[in-house]
């Protein structure tokens, strides 16, 4: 079964967009592989079901990114951290100074009873995004691994997957980088325009909420004074989500 039909090249726009392709090569995978500058929430939330999916029959999954600029989402990170857990390979690739990581791959194997392989590899200017993967105008051309052809074009693709997967600068994410990278990201305000987010404003109460909230955490101090009750806590916070 072929990962995928039709032109090689997917021009973007609302037309085309490369959503419902990378959907259908992931349903259909052994292997996947995937390499890209930034992951924002909004893009891996269209993918996460799937990718999770695929772990669950057994299908392998490397992905890479990096924090370059600064523009990859911290939520994103921690929800590859989750793939991580039920298996899947996760890295981000941590950029020098002056240096940049700009590569948008995804490859797809699928392992066929005979032993044979057919594949699909897209390389192109798609990051993982809504706007990226859903409407915006991004080119990605298409190589495909397919019987009685020469393997070594997209054997070289894979290997060159492998290479920036295995570089020195490509750590294993962990929650210590996360946390450390959330906060550093804080300071240099990313330019999220690049990928066309914007950054989530923190939720603030408004004054009656605030003001049910220090009655509410009033109230729980003198609870401490006498025993122990939960019913004036639920009675606050109900009082606090109707405001």
């Not at 037309?15 to 930034?38: G, M, Q, W, Y």
Request: charged content about 20%; glycine content about 4%.
């Amino acid at each position: 079964m072929k990962l995928a039909e039709g032109p090689v090249l997917t021009s973007g726009g609302m037309d085309d967009p490369l959503l419902p392709k990378l959907l259908k090569a992931i349903n259909r995978a052994t292997s996947i592989e995937i390499s890209v500058s930034f992951i924002q929430q909004s893009g891996l939330n269209l993918l996460f079901d799937s990718l999770s999916d695929a772990l669950e029959r057994n299908a392998s999954i490397a992905i890479i990114t990096s924090d370059y600029l600064h523009i990859t989402d911290p939520v994103a990170l921690r929800h590859l951290m989750i793939l991580q857990s039920r298996g899947a390979q996760t890295k981000i690739f941590t950029c020098q100074a002056q240096q940049s990581f700009h590569m948008k791959t995804y490859i797809f194997v699928k392992q066929e009873l005979d032993s044979s392989q057919t594949g699909s590899a897209y390389i192109g200017s798609n990051n993982i995004s809504k706007t990226a993967l859903t409407h915006a105008f991004e080119w990605c051309l298409r190589h495909d691994l397919v019987e009685n052809q020469h393997p070594s074009e997209f054997d070289y693709i894979r290997e060159q997957f492998s290479s920036i997967f295995n570089h020195p600068q490509a750590i294993d994410l962990n929650n210590q980088f996360i946390n450390d990278y959330a906060e550093q990201r804080k300071k240099v305000k990313p330019p999220l325009m690049i990928v066309n987010e914007v950054e989530p404003e923190d939720i603030a109460p408004n004054f009656a909420q605030q003001e049910a909230l220090n009655a509410l955490a009033q109230t729980r101090v003198e609870q401490l004074s006498k025993q122990p009750s939960c019913v004036g806590n639920r009675y606050g916070q109900n009082m606090v989500s109707r405001i």
